[in-house]
């Protein structure tokens, strides 16, 4: 049976397999790339990995799962296995991830039965076999009845073009798929950001309108940053990035858990706003601190997400403490929209796109220099910088020099005077002229004794 691509044109590939046997790993190869964690603890992934890859031209679409268990111990093994099924419902064809060095598993066979069913492309993978006897224990593998058996190794980069080419002999080829359109512009990420168990992944899942992340109650659930494309109320394309719960260092102990925490600040890095979930029933923490001063020192756009508010909103005075919380616990941090809602009762969540977006445009908006320069003006006017120990500070005109988070550069006759008290005066004065909601800004000052010294005017 032949495949039909998908809509975006480009196939899209899902990994499926048992625990442990490897497809991560073949997931980072297949993208290029470090996205998913690898370790050799069994159940590392949790949740559905979208990436992307070309093979001779081809360009294709693959998703990482959690390992699938015939017979699920507990909820979020059977949230892993649900998550499995979803993928492979959604791919165009699918490789079966085995494990060369263990050998043919009684979990192989069922979930081998369950793809032949699909009727989708399926090529099983043995992996692990970089060495001659390891690939001579693949021939069992013909036992599960898939038309092609493939050896591999995917930390070694073996036999990845014998499997590709198995697979896209599947489909369709290249010129029954349509050329497309012109390159679309990069979509905007949203990383969603948090403590454990502030219900970051029960947000994400009530945005996209399905259970796309596995959410319980124990808190470190999600493991990995997966990155989960989103169509914006205007038609836009965008990623939201699930991460996993960041913890005060002294809490981390496990290896993996360090790996999680680095892959959520990486996320952050790329992320244009990030949306951090506080929990309303344990309030303003320390480590919501911390994340929140990393975001706005990556550049990072933010809104504030008061999750749970259904459990805590009807209690008399609630969200006056709250919001008391808030100007305690995140000072300077005023600009930044901050929602009260609950991602379990869909309470409040018509208001946090048009938040998110509000703050996306904040962290591009660029001033004329001609406008910043009348503000300026009025700035100094009514409050003009102190004077220092070597004479007069004056600030003779800015510009704005860039976006994402927007930067102004000051030019100055003393720029090593102009103290902390008053750069947060001018940052105070801008965000009260021009709508800088939710971003960060960066406010640079050099040294200029003439206006006129060709120093960019914008």
């Known amino acids: 049976m032949t495949a039909t691509p998908t809509a975006l044109n480009d196939p899209l590939i899902a990994l499926v397999g048992r625990p442990n046997v490897g497809k991560s790993t073949l ?28 093979w001779s031209g081809r360009p294709y679409r693959v998703v990482d799962t959690g390992g699938f268990e015939e017979d699920p111990r507990d909820d979020i093994t059977l949230g892993v296995r649900q998550q499995t099924l979803v993928a492979v419902e959604e791919a165009d064809g699918v490789i079966f991830v085995t494990d060369g060095v263990a050998g043919l598993m009684g979990d192989d066979h069922a979930i081998a039965d369950l793809l032949r069913r ?26 599960l009845g898939l038309e092609s058996v493939i050896p ?20 369709p080829p290249p010129e029954a798929v349509g050329e497309g359109g012109p390159a679309a512009e990069a979509p905007d990420r949203v990383a969603v950001i948090g403590c454990p168990n502030a219900g970051k992944s029960s947000l994400i899942n009530r945005l996209l309108g ?6 319980t109650d124990l808190p470190g659930t999600t493991r990995d940053s997966v990155d989960l494309p989103f169509t914006a109320p205007d038609g836009r394309s965008c990623l939201l990035v699930d991460t996993a719960g960041l913890r005060r260092k002294s809490r981390v102990v496990h290896r993996l858990e360090k790996f999680s925490a680095i892959a959520a600040l990486k996320a952050i890095d790329r992320a244009q706003v990030a949306v951090l979930v506080l929990d309303a029933v344990r309030g ?41 919380d808030l100007r305690d616990g995140f000072p300077g941090l005023g600009h930044v929209p901050t929602l009260f809602l609950s991602a379990h009762t869909g309470l409040g969540m018509r208001k946090l796109w048009p938040a998110v977006d509000k703050v ?19 700035v100094i006017t009514r409050h003009p910088p102190p004077r220092s120990p070597r004479g007069t500070v004056k600030i003779r005109y800015l ?35 021009f709508d800088f909601s939710g971003t960060p800004l960066r406010l640079l000052f050099r040294k200029s004794d003439n206006p006129f010294d060709g120093s960019p005017r914008g």
């Not at 190794?153 to 599947?170: M, Q, Y």
């Open 27 to 54: 997931f980072n190869r297949l993208t290029r790339s470090r996205k998913a964690l690898v370790d050799d603890l069994p159940g590392v992934t949790r949740d559905r990995q979208y990436g992307r890859g070309d």
């Open 118 to 143: 699909t009727g989708k492309p399926v090529i099983c993978a043995v992996n692990k076999t970089e060495s001659v006897n390891r690939a001579q224990g693949m021939f069992e593998f013909h036992q």
């Open 360 to 378: 996306l445009a904040a962290t591009r908006l660029r001033i004329s220099t001609g406008q910043l320069n009348r503000w300026l003006e009025e």
């Open 284 to 324: 303003v923490t320390d480590q919501d601190q911390r994340v929140a001063g990393y975001a706005q020192q990556a550049g990072c756009g933010l809104v504030l997400a008061v999750n749970k508010w259904d459990l805590e909103g009807n209690k008399p005075g609630a969200l006056q403490r709250f919001r008391e």
């Open 152 to 171: 591999i190794a995917a930390a070694h980069g073996l036999g990845i073009d014998d499997l590709l080419e198995a697979l896209f002999s599947r489909f």
């Open 210 to 215: 399905e259970e796309r992340m596995l959410a």
């Open 399 to 433: 510009s704005q020099v860039a976006v994402a988070p927007p930067t102004l550069l000051f030019f100055t006759n003393r720029p090593e005077h102009i103290h902390d008290t008053y750069r947060r005066y001018l940052e105070n004065q801008l965000r009260a002229r």
